[in-house]
T-cell receptor, first 110, second 112 residues
Framework: EAAVTQSPRNKVAVTGGKVTLSCNQT?????MYWYRQDTGHGLRLIHY???????EKGDIPDGYKASRPSQENFSLILELATPSQTSVYFC?????????FGPGTRLTVL | QEKVQQSPESLIVPEGAMVSLNCSFS?????SIWWYQQHPGKGPKALI?????GNKKEGRLTVYLNRASLHVSLHIKDSQPSDSAVYLC????????????FGKGTSLTVIP
């Protein structure tokens, strides 16, 4: 079964600080995705990637950057974290339809 | 941008009941539609997908798709307490890349 891991699982950050969320997949999928999940909004796409070296903006990219240094790794970067970015973040990978999700990172920005 | 609406928001049923979950979407040219299950504190996990009009059955799950009415439904037969979770409807957009649009979900509680 597809395996996607995320780190850290929980993170508390201060407003204005830099936060990096990491994701690793061992399934050799080309496509990887970052979502955030908030009550009342469901899952929303932040950034995605077609492969190493590529990143694309999703539906809510403002305040976020992404990096895909290798096929396996995809990071989400918050350069200047704000309280509105408090959320649960999910990474996913998948080609040809099904997406496989990681366990999520709960981020709190104080 | 694809819009995905799910109903009801929440549902409480006794064990053994048939459960029906609904999802409407905005683009008739959308590719496939997926249903995901999400338990508390976990990532979503794919349950079943459908592309063509009609129905598809896998075990206790049946999904019905009607592209003309932009509607898809998921039915869970003989529901179990372990089915208690949030169910997400996801539509793959027809934009040339494999991006999902998710509904807000239906929270299902199955009471023993």
């Amino acid at each position: 079964e597809a395996a996607v891991t995320q780190s850290p699982r929980n993170k508390v950050a201060v407003t204005g600080g830099k936060v990096t969320l990491s994701c690793n997949q061992t399934n050799n999928h080309n496509n990887m995705y970052w979502y955030r999940q908030d009550t009342g909004h469901g899952l929303r796409l932040i950034h995605y990637s077609y492969g190493a070296g590529s990143t694309e903006k999703g539906d809510i990219p403002d305040g976020y950057k992404a990096s895909r240094p290798s096929q396996e790794n995809f990071s989400l970067i918050l350069e200047l974290a704000t309280p509105s970015q408090t959320s649960v973040y999910f990474c996913a990978s998948g080609d040809w339809g099904e997406q496989y999700f990681g366990p999520g990172t709960r981020l709190t920005v104080l | 941008q694809e819009k995905v609406q799910q109903s009801p928001e929440s549902l409480i049923v006794p064990e053994g009941a048939m459960v029906s979950l609904n999802c409407s979407f905005s683009d008739s040219a959308s590719q496939s539609i997926w249903w995901y299950q999400q338990h508390p504190g976990k990532g979503p996990k794919a349950l079943i997908s459908i592309f063509s009009n009609g129905n598809k059955k896998e075990g206790r799950l049946t999904v019905y798709l009607n592209r003309a009415s932009l509607h898809v439904s998921l039915h869970i037969k003989d529901s179990q307490p372990s089915d208690s979770a949030v169910y997400l409807c996801a539509v793959i957009s027809n934009t040339g890349y494999q991006n999902f649009y998710f509904g807000k979900g239906t929270s299902l509680t199955v009471i023993p």
